[in-house]
């Protein structure tokens, strides 16, 4: 029964990752971190980000702005690293998951707050 509801947590966050462009595995971690533990979950999270990511690349490979694409990466680097660091350091599974969600409550109210791009324009043909 786990798995089936892992499958529709999977399913439904990536509809919504696919909807908004953004969000999947951030949806998809705290119930599959509930359902299948933090171990299971961020290694499947992780390879379901990666092929999706993958395969977005592939297919719109003529589209990418390089120089975002650097700096999403550059700020993605220093948050990996100082999330391996966290998890170094904290060993409990339930503090994780409290700093986890108070990063993105933090994350989610800055941006709601603070809207820093003025031209924002949205492209369903292309």
Known sequence: MKELLFLLVLFVSNVIQ???G???TVLAMPPSVYLLGLDHAKVVLNVMAWLSGLMIAVTGYRHINWKEL???SAVMLVGM???IQICRI???ENILLTIYGIIIVVVALKNLCIHTEKNFRISFCG
């Open 18 to 20: 696919a909807i908004t």
């Open 22 to 24: 953004f969000a999947g």
């Open 70 to 72: 650097l700096k999403m």
């Open 81 to 83: 690293f100082a999330g």
């Open 90 to 92: 904290v060993k409990s």
